[in-house]
């Protein structure tokens, strides 16, 4: 659980220019698919650091809290809850475990699929859309 400085998707950023995914958004993506690990259920403020400016604000999702199979196996109904912007650039969080609240689905069925399918992506990704942020890459 962080501050990983890192979107997972352009719309987790309040300024959004394109829907173009760039290479550090990749690699963070890349890199959490092959740690098998996946965002915990969140509650609260989708975006987790601001600017703290007045005019031209800024605001991100890049705190997370990051859990595995494991994780969702022995506490399944738990959630991470950001908090209200205060006097810090990154809002407040923590994880609360509840018996009352059931197992809802969750992405790892997917992951379970994609994992067997990831040297494929990766091997097509590379082919398609390496360096596509600084015109390179094919079509």
Not at 4 to 21: G, I
Not at 35 to 60: M, Q
Not at 72 to 87: A, E, Q, R, T
Not at 117 to 137: A, C, T, Y
Request: net charge positive; charged share 25%; hydrophobic share 30%.
């Amino acid at each position: 659980m962080g501050d990983f400085n890192q979107v997972l998707h352009p719309n987790k950023h309040s300024n959004v220019v394109s829907s173009t995914v760039d290479r550090r958004t990749r690699e963070f993506c890349e890199c959490l698919l092959e740690s098998e690990l996946a965002d915990l259920t969140f509650k609260g403020n989708t975006f987790t650091w601001w600017n703290k400016r007045k005019s031209n604000p800024v605001s991100k999702k890049l705190d997370r809290a990051l859990v595995n199979d494991l994780w969702y196996n022995l506490f399944p109904s738990s959630y991470v809850i950001f908090g209200p912007p205060d006097f810090l650039d990154h809002a407040s969080c923590g994880i609360v475990q509840s018996s009352l609240v059931t197992r809802q689905n969750r992405p790892f069925k997917i992951s379970k699929k994609l994992q067997s399918l990831k040297r494929l992506i990766r091997d097509f990704s590379k082919s398609n859309f390496s360096d596509i942020e600084k015109g390179g890459g094919s079509t």
